[in-house]
Nanobody, 116 residues
Framework: QVQLVESGGGSVQAGGSLRLSCVAS????????MGWFRQAAGKQREWVST???????AYAESVKDRFTISRDNAKNTLYLQMNSLKPEDTGMYYC??????????WGQGTPLTVSS
């Protein structure tokens, strides 16, 4: 049974930094892509970032140059380093893992609030 557990969310002032973590169990993170999504109140979930098995990364335009995705395969853990946070980054952040190249597994989310 695949389980993804996020942590690291919280409240921070604009311009601050935070790092999210996602521990995967029942799943070998090195074998598939993983990523982060977020959902603001009253809005649809949106893609934030992806990292492939080869370590290639991609980011939504809104977070490019501020967020960094990484993975520690030995720990089966995915990270999202978030710098220069803005109020519009506020939302619930979800970790996701791929199966067959499609995001198929989801965590419960960790909340982020950025105050101005």
């Amino acid at each position: 049974q695949v389980q993804l557990v996020e942590s690291g969310g919280g409240s921070v002032q604009a311009g601050g930094s935070l790092r999210l973590s996602c521990v995967a169990s029942g799943y070998t993170s090195s074998n598939a892509c993983m990523g982060w999504f977020r959902q603001a109140a009253g809005k649809q979930r949106e893609w934030v970032s992806t990292i492939t098995t080869q370590g290639s990364t991609a980011y939504a335009e809104s977070v490019k140059d501020r967020f960094t995705i990484s993975r520690d395969n030995a720990k089966n853990t995915l990270y999202l380093q978030m710098n220069s946070l803005k109020p519009e980054d506020t939302g619930m952040y979800y970790c996701a893992a791929c199966r067959g190249g499609v995001f198929s597994y989801w965590g419960q989310g960790t909340p982020l609030t950025v105050s101005s």
